[in-house]
């Protein structure tokens, strides 16, 4: 495997599942503590209340992260911790900290990749209507910008959202994330709000910082026909891709929502929230698309109602994700799966990625997350053996490579997540961490994924360096070679 000499290696969080300190220092509430707090929405009734306590244990995670070597590091905004009603005045506590962690950070040499909406929606928006409202994307941008004005300076590269797919679709049609609610009509302006959202604050953040690099990052689905030859089966496909895919790239890369999805969905919506102009705002000029992909999905069509299986990876709910596709059904691809049910296959990262470079070349890609969760022990001797973590990050860096190999441009890979955290509905029951977390004594320990994880950036980097001096040496002068074939005396 090669990588690119500037290729980003590093790992990700989230604010909410990691931070803690939920009532500290102004923290306005989140539409996670409310979720989190009803009965029966998490497992265990687990809250992200005190989670990883990163809050207050930030020096030792960068430490962590400065051991793992990596060169940068994705973390997420709390957005009620910094303008706590979602709108009006900053919290300056809130501001601070995050002024402290990303200066923690460039002070260890590593770059801050900056997502500013994490899901955690300051309640009182959500109040007011969430997602489904215009008036959130107008909000949106105005803290975005807040954002670069106050901490610009030290961000490699801002995040706009995070995998909207998962805030309008499971937020507010299958109802498994917060705020919970399952209007199918409400999740498509949802989709729409969450794409102008990010337009307005993509130009929100230019406008403040005009060198300032944007990427937006998606949790594009893979979907398969089960059977390939037949042409229902093609169709189902066709459909998840629009709904689950092309609602998002439509309008931020291509400018429109495309004439499928507007048919698939029209006995749910008009799409009058649409208005003039929209989709050309949502089309911002993009420096990276963030692609975070841990499996792929298997769909078949059925009759309409007949209740197919609806085995999609995403928690099983009373409202459907896929708004409009009634007559799809999701069937359980093979094995192996993680602790999440969800299956290993590292082709599909590569089959995503060689899609998104063959349909937008020209736009450099990242991979924002990927990874796996299984139920590691903490083991007597105080050690952590997660094979099967070190297989699944080991092939799909390899899945990576392929891509390059076959010309995709993409520029890093974060592996999801530094330490294990509070996974949404799953509470603190599915461990994704690189580095475990004693909850009860919040003590840190390296799965032998962290050690193999640091040793791969460590050949990574001394592999490349090998290779800059033997292929154009010259006596008594060395040129660097890049990947691209460029010379670099
Ligand atoms: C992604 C989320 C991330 C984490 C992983 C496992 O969908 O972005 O916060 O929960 O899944």
Request: hydrophobic share 40%; net charge negative.
């Amino acid at each position: 495997m090669t990588f690119p000499r500037e290729f980003l290696w590093g790992t990700a969080t989230a604010a909410y599942q990691i931070e803690g300190a939920a009532a500290e220092d102004g923290r306005g509430v989140s539409i996670w503590d409310t979720f989190s707090h009803t009965p029966g929405k998490t497992l265990n009734g687990d809250t992200g209340d005190v989670a990883c306590d990163h809050y207050h244990r930030w020096r030792e995670d960068l430490d962590h992260v400065t051991q793992l070597d990596v060169n940068a590091y994705r973390l997420s905004i709390s957005w009620p911790r910094v303008q706590p009603g979602g709108k009006g005045p900053l919290n300056r506590a809130g501001v601070d900290f995050y002024r402290r962690l990303l200066d923690g950070l460039l002070a260890r040499d590593v770059k801050p990749v900056v997502t500013l909406y994490h899901w955690d929606l300051p309640q009182e928006l959500e109040d007011a209507g969430g997602w489904p409202s215009r008036d959130t994307a107008l909000r949106f941008a105005d803290y975005a910008e807040h954002m670069a004005r106050e901490l610009g300076d030290r961000v490699h590269m801002w995040t706009t959202l995070n995998e909207p797919w998962c805030s309008a679709y499971l937020g507010y049609a299958s109802g498994v994330h917060a705020p919970g609610r399952t209007e199918p009509a409400a999740a498509l302006a949802a989709v729409h709000h969450l794409n102008l959202g990010h337009g307005l604050a993509a130009r929100a953040i230019k406008s403040a910082l005009p060198d300032a690099h944007i990427s937006l990052t998606l949790n594009l689905h893979v979907a398969r026909p089960v059977d390939s030859q037949s042409v229902a089966d093609q169709e189902a496909a066709r459909k998840i891709d629009a709904i689950a895919n092309r609602a998002f790239l439509g309008p931020v890369l291509d400018g429109a929502y495309s004439d499928d999805l507007l048919a698939d969905t029209a006995h749910v919506t008009d799409w009058a929230f649409v208005q003039d102009g929209d989709t050309a705002t949502a089309r911002a000029p993009l420096d990276v698309l963030g692609v975070n992909y841990y499996s792929t999905q298997l769909v078949q069509y059925v009759a309409p109602g007949s209740g197919g299986s609806q085995d999609d990876g995403h928690a099983p709910s009373v409202g459907s994700p896929w708004v409009g596709a009634d007559d799809v059904a999701f069937v359980r691809p093979a094995a192996p799966y993680t602790a999440m049910g969800w299956n290993i296959d590292p082709s599909g990262l590569t089959e995503l990625l060689n899609r998104l470079g063959r349909d937008y070349p020209g736009l450099p890609l990242m991979v924002t997350e990927n990874g796996a969760a299984f139920a590691d022990e903490l083991g007597s001797d105080g050690t952590v053996h997660d094979p099967q973590r070190v297989d699944y990050l080991h092939r799909h860096v390899a899945a990576v490579s392929d891509a390059l190999d076959a010309g995709v441009d993409v520029r890093g890979y974060f592996a999801w997540s530094l330490l294990d955290n509070f996974e949404w509905s799953y509470g603190y029951d599915r461990r994704f961490g690189l580095i475990y977390l004693d909850y009860p004594t919040q003590k840190r320990i390296w799965k032998d994924s962290a050690y193999w994880y640091r040793d791969l950036i460590a050949r990574r980097a001394s592999r490349s360096e090998a290779q800059l001096v033997c292929r154009r040496g010259e006596p008594g002068r060395v040129s660097i070679l890049s990947r691209d074939n460029q010379t670099d005396p």
